[in-house]
């Protein structure tokens, strides 16, 4: 009877034992990467997109990679003259890929966050995010004040809204899920009262599901989306600073745009949408200074 | 390490811990009964209804939990069967789980020889007396072990959990690693709490074990 | 309702990319499943000895495995090594080491739990005959143990080919992947994708796990 307890006791420091050395061995030993030059020498850049998220990042009925980001990554492929190895994460080891060096880049619709940029560096932003919210026609919440004690608003983890919501509105009560796809039939079904996410998603939501509206177009502060290296990989990041300027004055990412966002949203939401040359529309803030931007996403 | 970052967690894996642990007992129950019902049945060969429990069995622990839950949570609604996310977690865990403890407790029933049996009745026991008193005593001590690790099978699948919105362990810590990034300090959390759901589990398994096996074989 | 993905199913090459993920998730299991029961005869027979440190350690490995859950194993053994120790594993190489070291504990405590139950008397009268320990076990206790293990490691091997979705944390993409992948791809032409993938996707791991079972209680009824 004791030597049972004992034993599983023992087993139990064991394992906290072990995961604390793993920890700690894993702090001591941070920011793996891999320089400019040495990607440019092995000729091949690792990528990390999403590859469920149309469509920023998914993969096409043909097996290929396509989308915002996915496009984006095939310039700089082109532009460091190497191929790109598209790598699938989920969003919650997208830091993990970057601090072991088993991708270079992220480029998984990674919002800036002052949290995130305590793990990783970012470049320059290349689109904008703002929030929304849409509810059913029958019972619109216009307001957050109109979400009820017992009420639940629907997010995605991970996400901006879930952020947002968590931080500036503790008394809501969130119901998280893990895919889109959860999440939009759960609104469906009646699940939640509204559904709130960036304000381009519910806006194509609400055009393509009658029945649905959208009461909250904007909410909060403005977010943007960058790429993202290990922390302290100076030479990659220089680089994407510079490729994201000079593409810029092509206005590579209006292309991008037109070919890969279009056919979601329409024209509409181009220049709300497109952040051109790292330059935050109105935000007042110049190409060289990421951190502010990363302090206004927090 | 950030300890900071680790104190501000600790209230939303509490949450997450009661609501696994309380899930994941209520589905433990449903199993059981379950699982007792479908083995007895398939042993006594109940006629018809030995063909649907071997049914269920073969359905739900051939295919994936995950999949099971989407389809009681995003697919009955569609046909006007709308349950909350608890009730699909209890459902789903006691059914899929009830699978296996059927299974399990069947093979202790069959690995009981049948000499006892026909010795049981040459003694002049009746059928219903030979299987309460010789041979479920004896099958359930065998299945003891399996049916322990079934149970900890189960309260670990509640790790699909995030299908259906509820806040389980492993959502939360995915969930918080996804907002906040401090991916060692929430796996580690992660570790200790389910350290906390399953050791006691493991440690009355044990113990349990050993007071059957004592009963089977004598000390 | 509109359709029900069928459509989608059958567009470009998805449907072969739905069998090339389940032939991941097949292989994944497969591969961990032989080194589980090699291994995990093994470390039965060694926990039935009577060498005690021996035994204290697997009782804290069985432990280890019991309460750790596979996606911190998956993210120990992935990442965890690339930082401490700087290894390169492929995501496939981790998925088999952590499937193969939960495979291997589960498999030599069945092992375990039916030796002990065969009764010691077969062991002592086979030692009387003058067999050697290896004898005693190759020829009169594993045939014997091995049947009792039929229906549990069954058990175990479809479990592990229903766990394989958690690859997708470290950047393998198997069947459930593929189908989520597919129903985002196509969320605008074809809202109720989920269902009709999900169907295909539940018929897929049936298809492959019912088979399995079957064989499994026909070995177990001609062995009986």
């Known amino acids: 009877m004791k030597k049972a307890v004992i034993r599983r006791a023992a087993a139990a420091v064991m394992i906290l034992a072990l995961t604390l050395a793993l920890s700690v061995a894993a702090y001591a030993s941070d920011g793996e990467y891999r320089t400019l030059d040495e990607i440019k020498d092995s000729g091949v850049i690792n990528i990390g997109v999403f590859s469920d998220k149309s469509p920023f990042g998914y993969v096409d009925e043909n097996g290929d990679y396509q989308g915002y980001d996915v496009y984006f990554a095939n310039r700089i492929g082109e532009d460091l003259g190497v191929e790109v190895n598209f790598v699938s994460t989920e969003a919650a080891s997208r830091i993990e890929y970057l601090q072991t060096g088993k991708v270079d880049i992220i480029l998984a619709n990674f919002t800036v966050t002052e949290e995130r940029a305590e793990e990783v560096d970012f470049a320059l932003p290349y689109m904008n995010v703002s929030l929304g919210v849409v509810s059913p026609e029958d019972a619109v919440i216009e307001s957050l004040d109109d979400v009820g004690e017992d009420d639940q608003v629907i997010v995605i983890s991970g996400t901006t809204a879930e952020t947002y919501l968590t931080k500036n509105e503790p008394d ?19 699940n939640g009262v509204a559904w709130a996410n960036d304000n381009t998603e519910v806006m194509a939501f609400a055009i393509e599901n009658p029945g649905f ?14 790429p993202a290296v290990t922390k302290g990989n100076d030479t990659l990041l220089d680089w994407l600073n510079e490729e994201i300027k000079s593409l810029g004055e092509e206005e590579f990412f209006h292309a991008d745009y037109e070919a890969t966002l279009l056919d979601t949203y329409g024209a509409d939401y181009e220049e709300t949408l497109v952040v051109e040359g790292g330059l935050v529309a109105g935000a007042g803030e110049t190409a060289d200074a990421p951190v502010e931007t990363a302090k206004a996403g927090g | 390490m950030d300890f900071e970052a680790i104190r501000s967690y600790l209230p939303l894996y509490w949450d997450a811990l ?77 059914l899929l789980c009830g699978a296996y403890m059927a299974e399990t407790i069947r093979s202790g029933l069959e690995s009981i020889p049948p000499i006892q049996t026909e010795s049981a009745q040459s003694l002049g026991m009746t059928r219903m007396q030979v299987f309460c008193h010789v041979i479920l005593p004896q099958a359930v001590s065998r299945s003891v072990p399996g049916l322990v690790a079934n149970v900890i099978f189960l309260l670990k699948e509640t790790s699909v959990f995030s299908t259906v919105s509820l806040m389980d362990l492993m959502f939360t810590a995915k969930d918080l690693i996804g ?22 589990v493991s440690v009355l398994g044990s113990l349990l074990e050993r007071r059957l096996r004592h009963a089977e074989f004598g000390p | 309702m509109r359709s029900l993905g069928l459509d989608v199913l059958f567009k470009g ?26 291994l995990g005869l093994v470390m039965g027979m060694l926990m039935t000895g009577k060498n005690r440190v ?42 088999i080491a952590v499937f193969s070291f939960w495979g291997t504990a589960e498999m030599g405590d069945l092992v375990r739990g039916a030796l002990i139950g065969i009764p010691r008397i077969q062991y002592e009268s086979a030692e009387a005959l003058g067999m050697t320990t290896a004898q005693v076990y190759l020829q009169v206790i594993l045939p014997q143990a091995v049947r009792r293990l039929i229906p549990l490691s069954i058990n175990l091997i479809t479990r592990m080919i229903k766990t394989t979705s958690l690859v997708m944390m470290i950047g393998m993409v198997e069947v459930l992947k593929v189908a989520q992948q597919i129903i985002e791809a196509n969320r605008k032409a074809s809202p109720n994708a989920a269902f009709g993938l999900f169907a295909v996707v539940l018929l897929m791991y049936f298809a492959i796990c019912w088979p399995i079972s079957r064989l499994a209680s026909y070995l177990e009824k001609r062995w009986a």
């Open chain 1, 172 to 190: 809501i009560k969130l119901q998280k899920y893990d895919a889109y796809a959860e999440a939009k039939t759960a609104l469906e079904n009646g």
């Open chain 1, 213 to 226: 509206v959208v009461g909250i177009p904007t909410l909060g502060s403005a977010d943007t989306i960058a």
């Open chain 2, 18 to 94: 009661g609501l696994t642990v309380r899930i994941g007992w209520q589905g433990v129950a449903l199993a059981l009964a379950l699982g007792v019902l479908c083995a007895v049945t398939l042993h006594l060969r109940l006629p018809v209804l030995r063909r649907l429990v071997a049914g269920y069995i073969e359905l739900f622990r051939n295919t994936p939990l995950l999949v099971q839950l989407f389809f009681l949570y995003f697919a009955l609604p569609k046909i006007g069967l709308r349950m909350s996310p608890a009730v699909c977690g209890v459902l789903g865990l006691g």
């Open chain 2, 179 to 200: 907002m906040y990034a401090k991916t060692m300090e929430c796996l580690t959390l992660l570790v200790v709490f389910y350290l906390i759901m399953l050791l006691p």
């Open chain 3, 13 to 38: 090459k998805n449907f072969l990319r739905l069998l090339g993920g389940l032939w991941v998730a097949v292989r994944i299991s497969l591969i961990s499943v032989v080194i589980s029961i090699a």
């Open chain 3, 54 to 95: 021996l035994k204290a350690v697997f009782r804290v490995y069985l432990e280890i495995v019991r309460i750790m859950p596979q996606m911190v194993l998956l993210f120990v053994v992935y990442f965890g090594t690339t930082r401490v120790f700087g290894w390169d594993l492929s995501p496939e190489a981790s998925a």
